[in-house]
Every structure is written in C-alpha cells, then in structure tokens.
C-alpha cells in the first residue's frame, strides 16, 4: 500500500518544469535523447497532444489547454528522438544563463561555436557533439527556441 501511495505522489508531481534549462548535449527541460516514452511522461506528466498532422509521433506538452508554449517530443519506437521548445516559453535558459528572447550575440559568446542552418523564416544554429545536435532556433535575430536532436539531424521544424 505505502508503495502504491508513493508512486501516485511521483505521477501527480510531474510537469512541464516553469523555466526549463538547456543543458547542450545532454537535456532539455529534463529529457534526453533515447529516454522512453515513460520516462518523459514521468518527467513531464502526462497532460500533452498529439500532432495529429507530423510525419513522427510528436507530443506537445503545454502549460494548460490552447496554449502555445511548451515543450515537444518527437518519438520512434517509443523512444524521445528530438525534443525542443515550442513558441517562445518564458523563463527557460541555457545552463550558462541564456534566456530566450536574448540577442543572438549573447549565446554566441556563452555557448559558441556553431554552424548556421537556414530555415523557411528562420535561423538555427547548431553543434554536434557526442552523437547529438543543440539547436538554437532565431527569429529576428533574437533566441526564440532551443532543441536537441541527433547528431546532423535536420532542425527545421
């Protein structure tokens, strides 16, 4: 019985944290590259969409019902194989300080060097390292999103 208690405790406390860090390399928001589908939704919980229109099973995780902003995951064989900011969540950051909404230059000194990939109205610039790609997403020359995917992995979302 105590058991049971304590995993509804666990279940109930997940969410989508309220300011997620980007850790490059390794974690957004708390989810890695390869983590089940359970892991994440014991990080995240599980109050998410699915897009019914992607050509991957995604999730979007949100702050509540008919909001943008959030987290999303991209899963193959029930396993996270991107995950990266939707819209612009306010409070999330590098794990060296970076907020989104910061000038392009600000993460470039911080967290540099990158490589420019051209989107359909907007920028990314990315690094590869250790089998996975950070992404730093750019709208008029301000961060407006991070992702994590696998290494030389497309980020145009």
Not at 19 to 44: F, K, N
Not at 58 to 70: A, D, E, V
Request: one cysteine or more; charged letters at 15%.
């Amino acid at each position: 019985m105590k058991l049971a208690l304590a995993l509804v405790a666990v279940a109930t406390s997940a969410s989508l944290p309220k300011a997620g860090t980007l850790v490059p390399g390794h974690s957004l928001g708390g989810i890695r590259l390869g983590e089940s589908a359970a892991q994440a939704t014991a990080t995240l919980g599980t109050f998410y969409g699915v897009c019914d229109g992607c050509t991957r099973t995604t999730w979007y995780f949100t702050y509540g019902k008919w909001t943008r902003s959030g987290l999303a995951l991209e899963l193959t064989s029930g396993r996270v194989t991107a995950v990266y900011t939707v819209w612009s969540p306010p409070g999330w950051r590098t794990r060296s300080g970076v907020r989104l909404g910061a000038p392009e230059a600000q993460f470039f000194a911080l967290d540099g060097p990158f490589r420019q990939v051209s989107c359909r109205g907007y920028d990314v610039f990315v690094h590869d390292a250790h089998g996975t790609r950070t992404a730093y997403y750019v709208v008029d020359q301000k961060l407006w999103g991070f992702g994590l995917l696998r290494a030389r992995a497309n980020p145009c979302r």
